[in-house]
Nanobody
Framework: QLQLVESGGGLVQPGGSLRLSCAAS????????IGWLRQAPGKEREGVSC????????NYADSVKGRFTISRDNAKNTVYLQMNSLQPDDTATYYC????????????????????WGQGTQVTVSS
C-alpha cells in the first residue's frame, strides 16, 4: 500500500533551519508530483511547495519563496524540504502528499487535494 512518512521536524529558534524528509513506499516518487503542505491551529491549510514527477519543475508559495527549497532523490525514493530563515509564522504541522495527476503548476498555495498523505511532522519556531 502507498505510504508517505515525514520526519525532521522539531523546535528551532527564529532564523534557524530544518530539513524535512518524506520517504515513500509502495510507489516511486518519480511517478507522482509530491507536495509539502502545512496547517497551524486556527489557520487554513496551505500548500507550501511541490515538485513534479518529470522535468524537475518546482513551485513555492510566496510566503516561503527564497527561504525553502524542495528536492527529490529518486534513488532514495525521498523528497526533502530545506527550510531556512524560519520565523514564528512557519510554526505548523507539515505534511507531504502525492498525486499522480497534478503536474505542480499554478498557485501551489491553493492546491490542497492530493490523493495520498503522510502523517505530518511538527515544526515549532520559537525563542
Amino acid at each position: 500500500q502507498l505510504q508517505l512518512v515525514e520526519s525532521g521536524g522539531g523546535l528551532v529558534q527564529p532564523g534557524g533551519s530544518l530539513r524535512l524528509s518524506c520517504a515513500a513506499s509502495g510507489f516511486t516518487v518519480d511517478y507522482s508530483t509530491i507536495g509539502w503542505l502545512r496547517q497551524a491551529p486556527g489557520k487554513e491549510r496551505e500548500g507550501v511547495s511541490c515538485i513534479s514527477s518529470s522535468g524537475g519543475d518546482t513551485n513555492y508559495a510566496d510566503s516561503v519563496k527564497g527561504r525553502f527549497t524542495i528536492s527529490r532523490d529518486n534513488a532514495k525514493n525521498t523528497v526533502y524540504l530545506q527550510m531556512n530563515s524560519l520565523q514564528p509564522d512557519d510554526t505548523a504541522t507539515y505534511y507531504c502528499a502525492a498525486d499522480a495527476h497534478y503536474y505542480c503548476s499554478g498557485d501551489v498555495s491553493y492546491v490542497l487535494k492530493y490523493d495520498s498523505w503522510g502523517q505530518g511532522t511538527q515544526v515549532t519556531v520559537s525563542s
